[in-house]
């Protein structure tokens, strides 16, 4: 393994208009004044409670930056690093997808029977 030194990260732009951070200067970008409110008015209760589990979560590995854009919610640190738009039982139906998708290969039904 080769013995590489890691540059420094350079300090994050700001946009002016928008007061939002990027780590590349000048980053296309849509400036929003979208508040993370605005994206809970008229949700699910259970909804919201999903989002701030994911949050919590993602908080777990350090502090981060909650973005409210136009039509989603990203988590940055250098970079945004997720991106969740609310819907009405958006977590449980994708959850039940890949609990029924994992449990298929549980049961190895991806699999071609081999022909002899």
Avoid at 15 to 33: E, I, L, M, T, Y
Avoid at 40 to 55: E, Q, S, Y
Avoid at 56 to 80: C, D, H, N, W
Avoid at 90 to 105: F, G, H, K, L
Wanted: glycine share 4%; with cysteine; net charge positive.
């Amino acid at each position: 393994m080769t013995d590489r030194k890691l540059r420094p990260a350079q300090a994050l732009w700001t946009c002016p208009k928008s007061g939002r951070a990027f780590a590349s200067r000048n980053q296309f970008h849509f400036c929003s004044d979208v508040r993370l409110e605005d994206h809970f008015a008229g949700r699910d209760p259970k909804v919201i409670a999903t989002f701030h589990a994911l949050l919590e979560a993602a908080e777990k590995s350090g502090p981060i930056r909650i973005l409210p854009e136009k039509t989603r919610i990203a988590f940055q640190v250098r970079m945004s690093f997720a991106a969740f738009s609310l819907r009405r039982h958006w977590v449980d139906d994708e959850v039940a997808r890949w609990r029924a998708e994992a449990y298929s290969v549980g049961e190895q039904k991806h699999l071609k029977p081999r022909v002899r």
